[in-house]
């Protein structure tokens, strides 16, 4: 009996992936299903929490600090994928080119980087961007005469730090999602094109980028994904999850202020879905037209 | 060889990021723990303590060598963990509420405690052990910990603030603190410091409310309304704020960089002599003695301007309360070690030795031997003698209401608010209604 049942194959493949399964129900879908009713209901630690109905959410809709939350979040999204994606792109090619000088130290300058812990990076962001004349980036510009710049006190300035910081960050990692990309597309296509006269240009508008279809559509939607999930990045490099003005908060951020710093764990919730909303709606869309759903031929 | 190149270079960089985490684990990541014997025997009970401010610990440390060598049957032994400001208070709210992983002492801070009170308090009342002390100690520094006529937890200072003048630099511009009455005495003198000098006389806090604060207290009003309500745009408010951007405009004082004098960017620039005047707690003391050495014998104490002459020159800002948490493994001891810790005479006598606080037992502050010790490190520091300031307006010194409201109300100020109207211009009645707006939402 015993041994039919481990024998069957029917049932075998149930048995491989139920560890899968389980981790999937434990961690995600059971998390996800309560965080969902929390938001419907004010919890207070330790307390017995009362059902709202749809408070959290009509309070939530009249939050400016919300809505700016949003915006920043968005906004560091668009600008991430601004820069993370053509220009690993760029310099993964290059990485690639066997005549390009010394590209195994550039490869590894580049991944360095991800390497570094992000409160390592954040602070010495911090110091370097810091308001005063001697701090790093201003006493660059003080050579050129200009004049100190309040970096971290400014929604532009700020927002240049932090795209600064990410991309340090990242690039490296992108750009190696890409040279693995690269070395699957075959050398023959670029010896044919070069017969036909094909330009680099050329080459690699109408051969490499095509072809590194399916590597640009992951790196793109981990991107969305990691934009607007960012929270570390902000909270090291203004020294907490109150920056000046909430220039540097996030959905996450406003996530964390809500349910930790202010023990409104209903209210985080219902941020907290909104987040997982609006992720999803942006990736799906994204991948429905990249075409991942049409069934392959 | 280039595999071996790049694993040499994986490796220095696994090096260079661990000697940047030791570098800057004070900073954000983690925390520091250590066990403070203080001559306890074997049978010692471990009581686990956190704080936020490393020099708290010195002072437990000091205060459980006393206790062990006066109770021989109910020695302590205590864990001091010691965290960034806001990792500790999101822990242990985290912690307290749900009975899970809560030390058996802890630190919360002022601004934070209304949190920790907020439905029913899941901290120990101390009222049994504070009673011994009534009227020997400031009661409404026990009142500000309270709810509901229990006490959660033990004051360690009446932090009065004060004006810290840097006589160097007026005297380079000529100027008198001791002359220094009223906020038009302060400007005169502001602008006078500024053209002969080039430097500020004073900050624009952007980041913490002491100075909103003290303009409040001075003119006998608060955040909040009787029944604790926040009212920000108040005209006492409003006439504050203007005058200190008043200040700003005639460039008597200026933002700074971190936002306020208690941050490290301000640690420098007042010890590089930017800056002439700072408006804090007396705690603030400490800071001086601590980070901004090159400043030693340059600065005064006084009482801060005021509007007019005989409002009243100081406020009660800041503060830390002790509490015992109800999961803690020997409440009984816990609380009887922290009043003695806190409130006792020695503990008092100590609390000003150490940290340089000004102490909830007011007769300390006529203990001339205590105060006025030629070798206590804050005596020797300043031009004139603490004690000396503080009694001058042992009097005067008011208080602001924490209430419910108070973390999200300082939370609106100290980020956006202030900010707007220092840095970026806006007009002070609309920054404060905007402030008012949204201050309402938030509680909402």
């Known amino acids: 009996m015993l041994k039919n049942f481990l024998y069957s194959q029917k049932v075998a493949p149930y048995v491989f992936v139920l560890p899968f399964v389980l981790v999937f129900v434990i961690f995600w879908v059971y998390p996800l299903a309560s965080s969902f009713g929390m938001s419907f209901q004010k919890v207070t630690l330790g307390q017995e929490a009362a059902w709202v109905g749809i408070d959290n959410y009509t309070k939530l809709m009249g939050d400016t600090v919300f809505f700016k939350a949003v915006g920043n979040s968005a906004l560091y999204m668009v600008l991430t994928?601004?820069?993370?994606?053509?220009?690993?792109?760029?310099?993964?090619?290059?990485?690639?080119?066997?005549?390009?000088?010394?590209?195994?130290?550039?490869?590894?300058?580049?991944?360095?980087?991800?390497?570094?812990?992000?409160?390592?990076?954040?602070?010495?962001?911090?110091?370097?961007?810091?308001?005063?004349?001697?701090?790093?980036?201003?006493?660059?510009?003080?050579?050129?005469?200009?004049?100190?710049?309040?970096?971290?006190?400014?929604?532009?300035?700020?927002?240049?730090?932090?795209?600064?910081?990410?991309?340090?960050?990242?690039?490296?990692?992108?750009?190696?999602?890409?040279?693995?990309?690269?070395?699957?597309?075959p050398k023959d296509y670029y010896e044919a094109a070069s017969i036909d006269g094909a330009s680099a240009v050329q080459k690699f508008t109408r051969i490499t980028m095509p072809l590194l279809k399916p590597t640009t559509i992951y790196v793109l939607t981990i991107s969305i994904y990691a934009g607007l999930a960012m929270f570390i990045e902000s909270m090291m490099l203004w020294n907490g999850n109150n920056s000046p003005k909430n220039i540097g908060l996030t959905i996450v951020g406003y996530l964390y202020r809500q349910g930790i710093e202010k023990n409104n764990l209903g209210y985080a919730a219902a941020v907290g879905i909104v987040l997982l909303i609006i992720a999803m709606a942006i990736n799906l869309t994204q991948l429905a037209l990249s075409g991942l759903f049409k069934k392959e031929d | 060889m280039s595999r071996k190149r790049l694993i040499t270079l994986t490796m220095l960089c696994l090096v260079l990021i661990l000697a940047g985490c030791g570098g800057a684990s004070k900073g954000n990541s983690g925390g520091?723990?250590?066990?403070?014997?203080?001559?306890?025997?074997?049978?010692?009970?471990?009581?686990?303590?956190?704080?936020?401010?490393?020099?708290?610990?010195?002072?437990?440390?000091?205060?459980?060598?006393?206790?062990?060598?006066?109770?021989?049957?109910?020695?302590?032994?205590?864990?001091?963990?010691?965290?960034?400001?806001?990792?500790?208070?999101?822990?242990?709210?985290?912690?307290?509420?749900?009975g899970v992983g809560a030390p058996d002492i802890a630190d919360i801070e002022l601004g934070k405690f209304p949190d920790f009170l907020a439905g029913t308090p899941q901290l120990e009342p101390l009222n049994d052990v504070a009673e011994p002390y009534k009227g020997t100690v400031v009661q409404s520094q026990l009142d500000l910990y309270s709810k509901e006529g229990n006490i959660y937890g033990l004051s360690t200072h009446v932090g009065a603030t004060v004006a810290f003048y840097n006589t160097e630099i007026l005297e380079q511009a000529g100027v008198d603190y001791k002359q220094i009455k009223t906020w038009e005495d302060f400007k005169q003198a502001g602008i006078q410091v500024h053209e002969k000098t080039g430097k500020y006389m004073g900050t624009a806090d952007t980041s913490a409310s002491w100075q909103a604060s003290l303009l409040l207290a001075q003119q006998g009003a608060d955040f909040t309304d009787e029944n604790g309500q926040p009212k920000v745009n108040s005209p006492e408010l409003v006439k504050g704020l203007s005058m200190l951007k008043d200040l700003q405009e005639n460039e008597v004082i200026a933002t700074i960089a971190g936002g306020q004098p208690d941050t490290e960017e301000a640690y420098g620039e007042f010890n590089a002599g930017n800056y002439a005047t700072a408006f804090m707690p007396l705690w603030q003391m400490s800071r001086y003695t601590n980070y901004m050495t090159d400043l030693s014998g340059k600065i005064a104490l006084a009482p801060l301007p005021v509007f007019e002459e005989g409002m009243p020159r100081s406020y009660g800002g800041g503060g830390t309360g002790t509490v015992v948490t109800q999961k803690a493994k020997d409440i009984k001891l816990a609380k009887d070690f922290i009043a003695y810790a806190k409130l006792s005479l020695d503990a008092n006598v100590e609390i000003w030795n150490t940290l340089g606080f000004d102490p909830i037992n007011m007769s300390v502050w006529d203990m001339k031997e205590v105060t006025h010790n030629p070798e206590n490190q804050f005596v020797k520091y300043f031009v004139n003698n603490p004690f000396d300031v503080l009694n001058s307006i042992k009097e005067e010194i008011q208080l602001i209401k924490s209430t419910s409201t108070s973390p999200t109300l300082n939370n609106v100020l100290s980020t956006v608010t202030l900010n707007e109207i220092f840095e970026d211009g806006k007009d002070v009645q609309q920054a404060l209604d905007d402030a008012q707006a949204q201050i309402e939402q938030e509680l909402k």
Do not use: C
């Open chain 2, 32 to 98: 520091e723990t250590s066990v403070l014997e203080g001559g306890a025997g074997e049978k010692a009970t471990e009581l686990s303590y956190w704080t936020f401010v490393e020099l708290h610990g010195q002072h437990f440390e000091k205060m459980l060598e006393k206790w062990n060598s006066a109770n021989p049957d109910r020695q302590i032994k205590l864990n001091v963990s010691v965290m960034p400001y806001d990792d500790m208070h999101n822990k242990l709210s985290i912690a307290v509420q749900t």
């Open chain 1, 81 to 185: 994928l601004v820069i993370l994606i053509p220009f690993p792109m760029l310099f993964a090619v290059w990485m690639n080119n066997k005549f390009m000088w010394g590209r195994e130290w550039f490869k590894s300058a580049f991944f360095f980087p991800a390497l570094t812990s992000v409160v390592v990076a954040g602070t010495v962001f911090r110091l370097m961007f810091g308001e005063m004349e001697g701090s790093l980036i201003n006493s660059i510009l003080g050579t050129f005469g200009v004049e100190p710049i309040k970096f971290l006190k400014g929604q532009t300035t700020g927002f240049i730090a932090l795209i600064a910081l990410a991309s340090w960050r990242w690039l490296g990692v992108n750009m190696l999602y890409f040279l693995s990309g690269l070395q699957n597309i």
